[in-house]
């Protein structure tokens, strides 16, 4: 983890975002950090334009709630998972529906790009994992081995892998570098309840958020866990590392948001999302300096945050 001088924070409320028809499932910003995209349980997902806050578009099409978007490497697409058992890939500039990738049988809950943006991840309420090529649509790989309903994906940074969040309460971290149809995978184990979400960190660490109401911070490459993080009074919904990794934001299944020293695992702030209801996710933009959290009363709260050495003055 990143052993750089701690910092502190400074936090305070920017905007809301509450145009939305429905619940906030899923929030991600673009990689220049320009536009913010949401994905909504009324079947739209949304572009804003991050600094103004302007709705750029609301763009519909699914026939079920979005459960989850996601942003290209590249920025050029994003992509959204839906209850109606498809993920549809998006242009970006055109703000069009490029094609719809269909194939599993249930609710879809996650999906994920690879470093290079050629490849996409999905899972679903159906146990599998399907691995996409993004420029013709066609399904490469069938990840099987889950025993429950998968909830999350994020590819390795580093290396040929992803990693998959399940209610079997294990996180399996397949290495895509093995011969097809095989796949080779690990299997991380110590979340005594259901896995709701995880991430990667820019140099390949990966954490966990479980309905234990903790977060364990792993390094993969060894299998260890590294630090558990505890202090949610209810499950842990969304998980975000700060670009620098000296944080890591995370979403309880309450109105409150927690940002935590990686390095030393103590909360350093929590936000309360005060009239909201719910909160549902929290992401980061490329520069760490902005967190959003998604909220069940479909709005978002967009809040600055800013890193001071310790010897800074207080603001």
């Known amino acids: 983890m990143n052993s750089g001088v701690p910092a502190t924070l400074a936090v305070r409320r920017v905007k809301f975002f509450g145009q939305h028809?429905?619940?906030?499932?899923?929030?991600?910003?673009?990689?220049?950090?320009?536009?913010?995209?949401?994905?909504?349980?009324?079947?739209?997902?949304?572009?804003?334009?991050?600094?103004?806050?302007q709705l750029l578009w609301r763009l519909g099409g699914h026939t079920g709630p979005v459960k989850f978007c996601r942003f290209s490497p590249d920025g050029h697409l994003f992509a959204s998972a839906s209850c109606d058992c498809t993920v549809r890939l998006w242009d970006v500039a055109r703000a069009k529906c490029l094609r719809v990738l269909k194939g599993h049988q249930r609710s879809v809950e996650t999906v994920s790009f690879s470093p290079d943006s050629r490849q996409l991840a999905s899972g679903g309420w159906d146990k599998r994992v399907m691995l996409w090529d993004v420029q013709s649509g066609q399904m490469l790989r069938l990840l099987v081995g889950h025993r429950d309903s998968i909830q999350s994906s994020d590819f390795s940074p580093t290396v040929n892998c992803l990693a998959t969040g399940s209610w079997d309460s294990t996180v399996r971290i397949w290495d895509l570098r093995t011969g097809t149809p095989a796949v080779s995978h690990q299997a991380l184990e110590g979340h005594s309840g259901n896995i709701s979400c995880l991430c990667y960190s820019a140099s390949g660490l990966l954490a966990s958020g479980s309905w234990d109401k903790t977060i364990h911070i792993w390094k993969p490459t060894t299998s260890s866990l590294l630090i558990q993080l505890k202090g949610h009074v209810t499950w842990v919904k969304s998980i975000a590392f700060s670009p620098d990794e000296l944080w890591l934001a995370s979403a309880g299944y309450s109105r409150m948001v927690k940002v935590w020293d990686c390095n030393t695992g103590k909360c350093l702030e929590t936000l309360k999302q005060g009239v909201l209801d719910v909160a549902h996710t929290c992401a980061f933009t490329p520069d760490g300096k902005i967190l959003v959290s998604?909220?069940?009363?479909?709005?978002?709260?967009?809040?600055?945050?800013?890193?001071?050495?310790?010897?800074?003055p207080q603001t």
Request: some cysteine; aromatic content about 6%; glycine content about 16%.
């Open 294 to 312: 998604g909220a069940a009363d479909q709005t978002r709260r967009q809040i600055s945050r800013t890193s001071k050495s310790p010897r800074d």
């Open 21 to 53: 028809g429905g619940e906030v499932n899923s929030s991600a910003f673009s990689p220049d950090g320009q536009m913010l995209l949401t994905g909504s349980e009324d079947g739209c997902v949304y572009g804003w334009e991050t600094r103004s806050g």
